[in-house]
T-cell receptor, first 115, second 115 residues
Framework: AQSVTQLDSQVPVFEEAPVELRCNYS??????LFWYVQYPNQGLQLLLK??????LVKGINGFEAEFNKSQTSFHLRKPSVHISDTAEYFC?????????????FGKGTLLTVNP | NAGVTQTPKFQVLKTGQSMTLQCAQD?????MSWYRQDPGMGLRLIHY???????DQGEVPNGYNVSRSTTEDFPLRLLSAAPSQTSVYFC??????????????FGPGTRLTVL
């Protein structure tokens, strides 16, 4: 079965600093990888996804993520954060090629951007 | 398109009461699911449906029932509420069961408190 580990539950940073949110996954088959963002008191929305091809994926709001198959990681990065990036970020994995079409989420990383 | 809608936004129940959380989508999506979100636990799958008349259990199904009589609606029923069911509930939909590479669209959530 697939699983996702988000290595940091909280990440505080100052505005305009770079940030990396770490995600590792486990699966016995090939996977699709996603990052979702949840702004305060809202539902989740897709930030970016990796399906295949180039390992560097660009998403909305200046975020990008890099897929590393050997490290089974999919870390999210932004070179310069804004106050408005304060939110909870979820890494998620979905297997393909089998009968399991479910999306499994990590426990989330709360990014707090301070002035 | 309204996307995925959920009602109510907030609900307070007493232990033992029953209620139904409503979820509807207007995108003609085949796949719908219910998650609960608890602090530090991420999102956990309760039940899902791969089409009208077809439902299955997720990771944490105990205490919840679902049915899917139409493509649009996927209500979640709490038969006898317990304090452990205090949580934020999200409904989500995706175009097709087999399209694990596709985005899931989330509703705004229902915040449930069981006293």
């Amino acid at each position: 079965a697939q699983s996702v580990t988000q290595l940091d539950s909280q990440v505080p940073v100052f505005e305009e600093a770079p940030v990396e949110l770490r995600c590792n996954y486990s699966s016995s088959v090939s996977v699709y990888l996603f990052w979702y963002v949840q702004y305060p008191n809202q539902g989740l929305q897709l930030l970016l996804k990796y399906l295949s091809g180039s390992t560097l994926v660009k998403g909305i709001n200046g975020f990008e993520a890099e897929f590393n198959k050997s490290q089974t990681s999919f870390h999210l990065r932004k070179p310069s954060v804004h106050i408005s990036d304060t939110a909870e970020y979820f890494c998620a994995v979905s297997e393909y090629g089998g009968s399991n079409y479910k999306l499994t989420f990590g426990k989330g990383t709360l990014l707090t951007v301070n002035p | 398109n309204a996307g995925v809608t959920q009602t109510p936004k907030f609900q307070v129940l007493k232990t033992g009461q029953s209620m139904t959380l409503q979820c509807a989508q207007d995108m003609n999506h085949e796949y719908m699911s219910w998650y609960r979100q608890d602090p530090g636990m991420g999102l956990r799958l309760i039940h899902y449906s791969v089409g009208a008349g077809i439902t299955d259990q997720g990771e944490v199904p105990n205490g919840y029932n679902v049915s899917r009589s139409t493509t649009e609606d996927f209500p979640l029923r709490l038969l006898s509420a317990a304090p452990s069911q205090t949580s934020v509930y999200f409904c989500a939909s995706r175009r097709a069961r087999t399209e694990a590479y596709n985005e899931q669209f989330f509703g705004p959530g229902t915040r449930l408190t069981v006293l």
